[in-house]
């Protein structure tokens, strides 16, 4: 090998060397894959025992009218996941824990036909979620946050959340906290 091909040889590999530890001092974190936590131990509607009033966090009304009220230790015995990602109103990293959407609407059985739900916070803010959203397994309904439950001050005691890896994880109308109402028009 001549000096110049030399030359050029350690010339790239010190410039690989300087990108790669420019790439692992950057504030954008890569993306956290999702992981689960554990699997289902409720597995249909059939099983749920009603949650006292005091302990509902969730309260769902179905296609058919009829309403599914549930507890976090209830969200929490489904199939339930974990990712570490940007949330945007903190502007830092967290790590959430909760159910995908995508599990939490089959076993709501939210059916097919189904292409937005109607969900209402604690303090009343309305939006509407198109049903898509839960096609990825990276929208989550969260119930806690760096492994602590949510308090209701923070946004609790449920939160759809976006992974980075989710396709409309930059659109904020999509975030919702404080989750009281999830109800299928």
């Given amino acids: ?39 289902a131990t409720l597995a249909t509607l059939s099983n749920l025992e009603p949650p006292t009033a005091a302990d ?14 549930l507890s976090i230790p209830q969200l929490e015995a489904l199939h339930t996941v974990s990712a570490e990602l940007y949330e945007p109103f903190l502007d830092t990293r967290v790590t959430f824990q909760g ?3 995508r599990d939490l609407f089959a076993f709501l059985e939210i059916p097919a036909s189904a292409t937005q739900l109607h969900t209402v916070a604690l303090n009343e803010y309305e939006v509407y979620l198109p049903v898509s959203i839960a096609d990825d397994p990276e929208a989550i309904l969260a119930t806690r946050a760096d ?7 923070e946004g609790g005691p449920t939160r ?4 980075d890896d989710h396709p409309q994880a930059h659109d904020e109308s ?6 009281k109402i999830l109800s299928i028009p």
Avoid: F, K, Y
Avoid at 56 to 69: F, K, N, S
Avoid at 160 to 163: G, M, P
């Fill in 174 to 179: 999509l975030w919702i906290w404080s989750l």
């Fill in 147 to 153: 492994g602590e439950l949510i308090p209701l001050d």
């Fill in 1 to 39: 090998m001549d000096a110049r091909r030399r030359n050029r040889t350690a010339a790239a590999t010190t410039a690989i060397g300087i990108l790669g530890i420019l790439a692992a001092c950057s504030s954008t974190a890569q993306a956290s894959p999702v992981v689960v936590v554990h699997e």
């Fill in 99 to 101: 159910v995908p959407l």
């Fill in 56 to 69: 509902v966090a969730l309260t769902v009304e179905r296609a058919d009218g009829t309403l599914v009220q």
């Fill in 160 to 163: 759809v959340v976006l992974t």
